[in-house]
């Protein structure tokens, strides 16, 4: 676990930049590769060490993730920590023959969802997670091997998911290898009771190993969310600028918990996150000014941080 | 206290709308008052039982409140409770010679904010606050009487506000006789954690009597301060539709906290509302249309509740 611990570690809070994947997944005008790269720059100089970069996916049908191998340089010139989706054999091929550091496999809470999002059972899934890690131990053992639970905090096809369920599948996965498995409310169903609770019982689970929670703020509970997770162990947070990443699920809604509000609601708990929110507004200038059909959300950007007050706990 | 328990049950949550009177103070275009009585009627319709229906001050120099009567007796008509801002001695009168059902006096937690809003001290804010109980137990023992402490989390003059001055504040509104009182933090400078710490220690001070809790979501902590008060005891919460009500004091910043998704949290805590989401909708659509060139907030409305899941606790 020392190369996890040297990435996540578990005793401070680390906040994952999810913009420049799931914040373009449904984007109506894409960013161009050189945006994109000042964008990641300008986090970077803020203070964000991690980033997911794209996605591993045919180029033709997912032009937004085209630029992934420049995306994976950029975010390496930054020194920071890149990671990205394999969601097949040919996505795992692909970021083991890549500089990339992390690998996100993405495992579905429900079968119903797998069935329709994937093509495959939850047990296919798991079993794809113990491939990638075999093969990275094999041929990558310097990468680290992520799975993402989607729906566990709700699902858009079965609705409620049973909390045992999401337990047993993050054991699951980490018995087939993961080094970190991630939580995500994928459809923002979730208040921060649910979202509480599932972190407290993931909290126990995994012991120190730190893991993920990805928040939706489609019904406007991400931040929270992101207290109530904070609040119950967890400590490695997704999040993306300006709230980026609407939902397939849910047209109209908003995206990912916005970035600079998690930073102030970190910081505000307690949490130090060497992350500065007048960097952050640059890199947000950037980003909105290449993505301009783009909606941005979030509250912290307009106002700034109380500036004669102590806003850090 | 059986009038108050009447109104502010303390075994439940009562969202006050607070929209038709913070969500006006600074709107670029006023809505007509037949638009903002539809609006209510709506929102009272949807289920919400309380209001802040305008603040008595001069028509001339306050032409949103111009028609604060008539505002009042809509509130009546739908058969809800109203309150109103009253600033002054002036204002106080004007209440107590109107049908409206609570006096909301306004003390602030600091010297400084006090001296610069209101032109006195705080002590003699709170001798104001005992005025208006005088008065009121005189003329119209039926009213309620509500001190609000402003920047109760923050203040833009003072900065950092000490709780031991704001409880301090809060026993002394109650030993001049108000019914409730209300901690608001005024221009959003708190997370979840003070917020928690502050409606902790206000629930034992005020044991079964009710307060409230007043939240702006400048820097987007609104929803995760709401579910620290719930969790720590605070019964009464305001909002406002689509989070009306910008900040004198942080140009552009978002309003109120947003009255849809507070209902969203509420519920998924456990805490029924008896508020509908699809009225509150229809309610919206009235506000929008009456300030077009209004910001109006919040997600939940854009996505509504899960469809196919239990989203109340």
Redesign the interface.
């Known amino acids: 676990m020392s190369r996890l611990a040297d990435i996540y570690p578990a005793d401070r809070v680390t906040l994952r930049e999810v913009g420049l994947r799931d914040g373009l997944q449904l984007a109506q005008a894409l960013p161009s590769t050189e945006a994109k790269r000042a964008w990641l720059a300008a986090e970077a100089a803020a203070g964000v060490r991690h980033f997911e970069v794209g996605s591993f996916l045919p180029a033709a049908r997912f032009p937004q993730f085209a630029d992934i191998d420049a995306m994976i340089a950029a975010c390496d010139a930054a020194g920071a920590h890149s990671a990205a989706l394999t969601l097949n054999e040919r996505g795992i091929e692909a970021a083991l023959a890549s500089p990339v550091d992390e690998l996100v496999c993405v495992v579905s809470a429900t079968e119903a969802h797998s069935q329709a999002n994937m093509r495959r059972s939850r047990a296919a899934a798991v079993a794809l997670v113990a491939r990638a890690v075999a093969e990275r131990d094999a041929r990558a053992p310097g990468k680290l091997v992520n799975a993402g639970i989607a729906m566990a905090l709700?699902?858009?096809?079965?609705?409620?998911v049973a909390q045992d369920e999401v337990l047993a599948l993050a054991e699951a996965c980490l018995a087939a290898g993961a080094d970190i498995v991630g939580l995500a409310d994928t459809?923002?169903?979730?208040?921060?009771?649910?979202v509480g609770a599932l972190c407290a019982r993931m909290t126990a689970l995994c012991g120190p190993r730190p893991y993920i929670i990805h928040l939706h703020?489609?019904?406007?509970?991400?931040?929270?969310n992101?207290?109530?997770a904070l609040d119950n162990g967890a400590r490695v947070v997704d999040a993306s600028l300006g709230g980026l990443g609407g939902?397939p699920f849910?047209p109209?809604?908003?995206g990912n918990v916005?970035f600079?509000?998690i930073v102030?609601?970190a910081e505000?708990?307690?949490h130090p996150t060497g992350i500065d929110l007048g960097g952050l507004r640059a890199a947000r200038a950037i980003a909105e000014a290449a993505m301009p059909g783009e909606a941005f959300h979030?509250?912290?950007h307009?106002?700034g941080?109380?500036a004669?007050?102590?806003?850090r706990?």
């Open positions: 709700g699902c858009s096809l079965s609705g409620d459809v923002g169903y979730a208040g921060p009771a649910a703020d489609t019904r406007g509970m991400g931040v929270a992101a207290a109530a939902c849910a109209g809604a908003t916005v600079e509000d102030f609601l505000s708990l307690g979030g509250a912290l307009r106002a941080p109380p004669n007050a102590h806003w706990a």
